[in-house]
């Protein structure tokens, strides 16, 4: 029945197929397309950061790097995620809206999107709302050397891993049933995901241990003091 | 219909009514011992943790203030939080259970945690594997004036934070109808759940500023050793 006309519009593809969509319009788009605009801008935005960061005078390259997965990142959650916390009727769009497509087509890998689970829109919330500003407060916070430049680091860092974790646990405790096969589940479900788990524990690993070394430092610096 | 006896077991109190609770027992305590023992068990532990600080040579009184919070809000986490995450049918419960009493009573502030929804549970359960232990890490690290110690407090009252945001946020997007009447809706959602918001909150804002202040003494500390 996928993709058949119904009296209620159109059958959708996903999957519980109980799932309850009325007024659904297939999407417009191919896979192709979505990901390429996707990959296409991002690649534009992170060279021009990186291009950007290089006129900041002696801004290491790793820092460089992290502008870019920041300012990445950051318009992410603004643009695609905030787009879909504040359009639940997205996919009803009778018209072709790139980012009404990437939810139409995201959600082949979980469903819970396009049904709008409770769960997956409050995350996706968090993170459209606060964490994305943030994510682009720190590209300017690494540039100007910022003293809070790595708590913010690992504060917006934590966010994303506990916002993943939310989602992947109640997707589990949903019994873990919303992807179309097991293509759109690794690819867009696992693949795409995985980013936000090893990049923020990374980012998470090296800004901790910079603060703790910040605070080593001040201590050192105390006792020497003292012993004067 | 309330505590009537049918022929599935006893009807529940809850809020919707039509939630099914197969087996459904009713508590057996009443509101003021079920908080009279919370009550005293924590005024217990948090005088046990001021005596306790109090031997710690040199420690300002409002870190020792903080010890006795996180020793507080690391047990509820591990001990009441975690019963309710690994004891899905605790509303079975046929004899006087302390821990599944609190979770019967409170359900009537919130269903939703005798209904085991999934956002509920996924929430709960990072609070009481992740942040419960945590909690007393960061009570050794208060005492030994540990360099992670101020990091390691943004990250538990950031994700303390998180968890309720999203707590808050799916029971809005859900209807916000899961209370037996007003006074359990103030008293347990309400006024219980908000000292998990201002407390956090300051803590972050201490902690956010002393982590500021250790990068700006280093900062200083290179620019002097550059001039000289």
Request: with cysteine.
């Amino acid at each position: 029945m996928a993709g058949a006309e119904s009296s209620q519009g159109y059958a959708h593809p996903y999957i519980p197929e109980d799932l309850s969509l009325p007024g659904f319009v297939p999407g417009f788009l191919s896979m192709s397309t979505i990901v390429g605009v996707y990959g296409g801008s991002s690649l534009l935005v992170v060279s021009l950061m990186w291009i950007l960061s290089g006129r900041v005078a002696k801004l290491a390259k790793l820092d460089r790097l992290l502008m870019c997965w920041w300012v990445f990142t950051g318009l992410t959650h603004m643009v695609l995620e905030g787009y879909f916390v504040f359009s639940p009727q997205f996919y009803q769009k009778t018209t072709p809206h790139y980012l009404a497509e990437v939810w139409k087509e995201y959600s082949k890998g979980d469903s819970r999107y396009v049904g709008r689970d409770a769960g997956v829109v409050s995350v996706e919330g968090i993170t459209a709302v606060l964490e994305g500003p943030a994510c682009l407060l720190v590209t300017y916070a690494i540039a100007k050397r910022k003293s809070y430049s790595h708590v913010l680091q690992v504060a917006i860092s934590l966010g994303q891993l506990y916002g993943t974790a939310v989602y992947f646990i109640t997707s589990f405790l949903e019994g873990d049933n919303f992807a179309v096969d097991s293509f759109y589940y690794y690819a867009y479900y696992i693949f795409a995901n995985s980013f936000w788990v090893w990049i923020p524990t990374l980012i998470v690993i090296r800004s901790w241990s910079k603060i703790c070394a910040a605070f080593t430092a001040q201590e050192e610096k105390r006792s020497r003091a003292k012993k004067r």
